[in-house]
């Protein structure tokens, strides 16, 4: 079946950097994505989201920009912190669905 | 305090044996999820229910039963027809479903000695 996918599964970045995480999904019929935070040990946190009408949005310190052209999902972070080590997971929604589809993560490493 | 509790944070089980997690929200969503997540992978949907005494498969159901007698509860049980069942258990809940953000629990992590 049709899956979201991540192009890397680490990154590592200074403190005080941008971090740009990136995710492929392939089925054209999902019309909602959400980025989640994922610490060691503990549930999901909800970061933002975005529904297919729109191809931008920010919140505070993080962006979520998205190209429905080739269906590709990125969350940007501005000022990257130390608490913002975490793993990051996008997930789909599909048209009419109830669940969603996640990614496998990208393990962002924020280093002083 | 609104939010989705799990429990046991922690959990045991010796082979052959059935376990139940708990879920618990009190959020007031009609929607509830579980996930199983393995080391190093993403989520993957065991069950979900829309409302109360409704419930659907997900991606891998099979050695997983559910019920869902209260809005406010959706335990999961892990029979011992699931032959892999060492992982990290994770309950979630939404308004309605579509469209909507999906509140996750802390997480249950069941270890099969």
């Known amino acids: 079946g049709e899956s979201v996918g991540l192009h890397l599964p680490t990154l590592s970045v200074q403190e005080g950097d941008n971090s740009i995480i990136n995710c492929a999904y392939s089925n054209s019929a999902s019309d909602y994505f959400i980025w989640y935070k994922q610490e060691s040990g503990k549930g999901p946190q909800f970061i933002i989201d975005i529904r297919s009408n729109m191809d931008k949005r920010q919140g505070q310190r993080v962006t979520v920009l998205l190209n429905k052209t080739v269906k590709h999902l990125s969350l940007q972070i501005a000022a990257t912190q130390p608490g913002d080590s975490a793993v990051y997971f996008c997930?789909?929604?599909?048209?009419?669905?109830?669940?969603?589809?996640f990614g496998k993560g990208t393990s962002l490493l924020v280093t002083p | 305090d609104g939010g989705i509790t799990q429990s046991p944070k922690y959990l045991f089980r010796k082979e052959g044996q059935n376990v139940t997690l708990s879920c618990e929200q009190n959020?007031?969503?009609?929607?509830m999820y579980w996930y199983r997540q393995d080391p190093g992978q993403g989520l993957r949907l065991i069950y979900y229910?829309?409302?109360?005494?409704?419930?659907q498969k997900g991606d891998i159901a099979e050695g997983y039963s559910v019920s869902r007698e209260k809005k406010e509860s959706f335990p999961l049980t892990v029979t011992s027809a699931q032959k892999n069942p060492t992982a990290f258990y994770l309950c979630?809940?939404?308004?309605?479903?579509?469209?909507?953000?999906?509140?996750f629990g802390p997480g249950t992590r069941l270890t099969v000695l």
């Open positions: 229910s829309q409302i109360v005494n409704d419930f």
């Open positions: 979630a809940s939404s308004i309605e479903g579509h469209l909507d953000e999906q509140f």
């Open positions: 959020l007031n969503h009609d929607a």
């Open positions: 997930a789909e929604n599909l048209n009419s669905g109830y669940a969603l589809n």
